[in-house]
């Protein structure tokens, strides 16, 4: 069984900057894609950024220029820098991979304080 596990969750102020890190136990090259999503309370989950094994990363608008999205292929993990957090990043936080089916984290929470 393919596990995700994400670390790095905190709390904040608004302006800092969190690094996110997701451990996956099976090589991630096995993977197409991997990625971070968010879901806020009361709101529906949303992706965040995502890497395309094989090339490619795509990133939500609300993030761009301020989140980064990287893989170390030796630790077969995945990272998202969160740089300039605001309020409204606050969410719990899912690491996400798809093979042949979708494997999902178990989520860290992100509080970022005005």
Do not use: H
Request: with cysteine; hydrophobic share 35%.
């Amino acid at each position: 069984q393919v596990q995700l596990v994400e670390s790095g969750g905190g709390l904040v102020q608004a302006g800092g900057s969190l690094r996110l890190s997701c451990a996956a136990s099976a090589n991630i090259f096995s993977f197409n894609v991997m990625g971070w999503y968010r879901q806020a309370a009361g709101k529906q989950r949303e992706l965040v950024a995502r890497i395309i094994i094989g090339g490619g990363t795509n990133y939500a608008d609300s993030v761009k220029g301020r989140f980064t999205i990287s893989r170390d292929d030796a630790k077969n993990t995945v990272s998202l820098q969160m740089n300039s957090l605001k309020p409204e990043d606050t969410a719990v936080y899912y690491c996400y991979g798809l093979r042949r089916y979708d494997y999902w984290g178990r989520g860290t929470q992100v509080t970022v304080s005005s």
